[in-house]
């Protein structure tokens, strides 16, 4: 069992956090860098991490999309991770922790098949 107030706890997110290359913080969101121009129109992906698998989650999730080069943002911090998942950043929100941006419907394909557990 792990205790919200340990560092040792809340530091294990923040490493996964500067994993992201050229990651931008806005808000409660980082960005990863954007590997292509998003379009008009598109797909989106929302990945759920909780307070017991977001190490897992994030494990296999952030290399897959780095090193395929696949835009997309994140919650920032656990705190906001947990405030998220809480409602406090909106009902509609909840769970929406990771959010994929696909280039098109061939990467959309390929990322839910690899990324999803």
Request: aromatic content about 16%.
């Amino acid at each position: 069992m792990f205790d919200m107030n340990s560092s040792n706890f809340e530091n294990s997110f923040e490493d996964f956090i500067k994993e992201i290359p050229n990651g931008k913080l806005l808000g409660i969101w980082v960005y990863s860098q954007e590997f292509y121009s998003l379009p008009e129109f598109g797909y989106k992906i929302h990945i759920s991490l909780d307070s017991n698998n977001y190490k897992e989650v994030l494990g296999i999730c952030l290399p897959y999309l780095i090193e395929n080069k696949i835009s997309f943002k994140m919650i920032a911090s656990y705190l906001d991770l947990l405030s998220l998942n809480r409602g406090d950043y909106g009902y509609t929100q909840m769970g929406k922790d990771i959010t994929v941006y696909p280039e098109n419907i061939v990467a959309l394909k390929k990322s839910y098949s690899n990324c999803i557990l």
